[in-house]
């Protein structure tokens, strides 16, 4: 399982609901990425796509203790138990966690991978991702160039997990 997120340089990630940054390539890299493939989210973060639709082209898990909460064309799980058992059916490379601050901090100690876009800014922000620098499981694997949209610069990073290779979802 990986995780795929964009932060600013104070590991911030959204704010009032929404993302922090406009930055159509890491949209891009977002898509291409997961396209036909698991994506794993919260409640808050499925809302605040448009029309609180799921994305498109993926199999979307979506996590709520709400036992009333449906959402149309999404799988949904009430709990980590739920999650996992539900993950078992899949190709553990195919699986990405894709937020926000309540899922990644509860499942990046079972991803192997972290895809990190790092933009060049500090943001005012309410959600916060775990600091995969200052973590010592964790190491920094690949950076990318340098890339820039609406005057914001990034990269698109890499950070590996020492300790797990593949999680096997039991
Ligand atoms: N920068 C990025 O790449 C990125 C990506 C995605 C999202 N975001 C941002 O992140 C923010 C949203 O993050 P968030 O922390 O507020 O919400 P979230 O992580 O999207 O969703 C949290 C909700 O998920 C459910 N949940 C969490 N753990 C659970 C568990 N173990 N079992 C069952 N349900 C569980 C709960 O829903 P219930 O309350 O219904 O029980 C909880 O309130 C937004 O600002 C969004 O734009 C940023």
């Known amino acids: 399982m990986k995780l795929i997120v964009a932060v600013a340089k104070n590991w911030a990630i959204g704010f009032n609901g929404d993302l922090l940054f406009d930055l159509p390539d890491d949209m891009a890299f977002f898509k291409k990425t997961t396209l036909d493939k698991i994506v794993v989210m919260g ?73 990190i876009t790092k933009v060049d800014a500090i943001a005012n922000a309410d959600t916060f991702l775990h600091n995969f620098d200052e973590d010592e499981n964790w190491y920094l694997s690949y950076a990318s160039e340098v890339h820039e949209n609406n005057g914001l610069k990034f990269m698109f990073n890499t950070y590996k997990n020492k300790t797990i290779e593949n999680y096997e979802f039991k």
Request: charged share 25%; with cysteine; aromatic share 10%.
């Open 43 to 115: 409640r808050n973060t499925l809302l605040s796509f448009p029309g609180a639709k799921p994305l498109k082209n993926r199999t979307n898990i979506v996590l709520t203790t709400n036992r009333e909460f449906e959402a149309e064309g999404c799988i949904i799980c009430h709990s980590l138990d739920e999650l996992f058992t539900e993950l078992k059916k899949y190709n553990s490379d195919d699986i990405f966690v894709v937020g926000g601050g309540k899922i990644y901090n509860e499942l990046y100690p079972y991803c192997s991978e972290a895809l």
